[in-house]
């Protein structure tokens, strides 16, 4: 088994067997910012980060949907020169993301959700569609926070043979 399939697995058991978790949002709007990590079913790795927009209106129940733009950088893919340059070390993610909080599985300081995630990717050498699924850990740390914990996997386009998991850990302040 791929250790970075190990870790999604370990990350997904660690969401499912978290303590209950809380409200999305006690407001209606928050603005997420998060670092990420995706590891890649090829053993690469990739840092990176995401600013994300979420909606949670309270007649939506536990569900909310959010958007947002993730980057990431791969140190080993740089420019030799200016004028040569066949591969950019960034990729460009922009998304949708539906979230479904597990009313089983919250309490007034965390709940676990899972969530979808439709994408559009831009880089050097892989651009198209993404769509996958997971699910994280929201923990209420003060009134308008809250810390986000999250793992989901990817496949681009219609093939599952190029997997791609992210590890997520980010902080949303509703307003």
Not at 20 to 26: F, I, N, V
Not at 58 to 76: K, M
Request: net charge neutral.
């Amino acid at each position: 088994m791929p250790s970075a399939f190990r870790l999604a697995v370990t990350a997904a058991a660690s969401v499912v067997l978290a303590t209950s978790a809380g409200a999305q949002s006690l407001r209606e709007n928050s603005l997420q910012v998060s670092a990420a990590m995706l590891l890649s079913s090829s053993s690469s790795s990739e840092g990176g980060g995401e600013i994300q927009y979420r909606l949670s209106p309270r007649a939506w129940s536990h569900w909310s949907i959010g958007g947002g733009l993730q980057e990431f950088y791969d140190p080993t893919k740089v420019c030799t020169t200016p004028t040569h340059c066949p591969a950019f070390g960034f990729t460009s993610v922009l998304f949708l993301e539906p979230r479904y909080v597990l009313p089983a599985l919250s309490n007034d300081r965390s709940a676990a959700y899972l969530a979808g995630r439709l994408a559009a990717a831009v880089s050097s050498n892989n651009n198209g569609a993404l769509y996958g699924g997971g699910g994280g850990v929201l923990t209420t740390l003060t009134q308008t926070v809250n810390l986000d914990l999250g793992v989901q996997a990817y496949v681009q386009g219609g093939s599952a043979s190029h997997v791609v998991y992210q590890l997520r850990a980010g902080l949303a302040a509703a307003f």
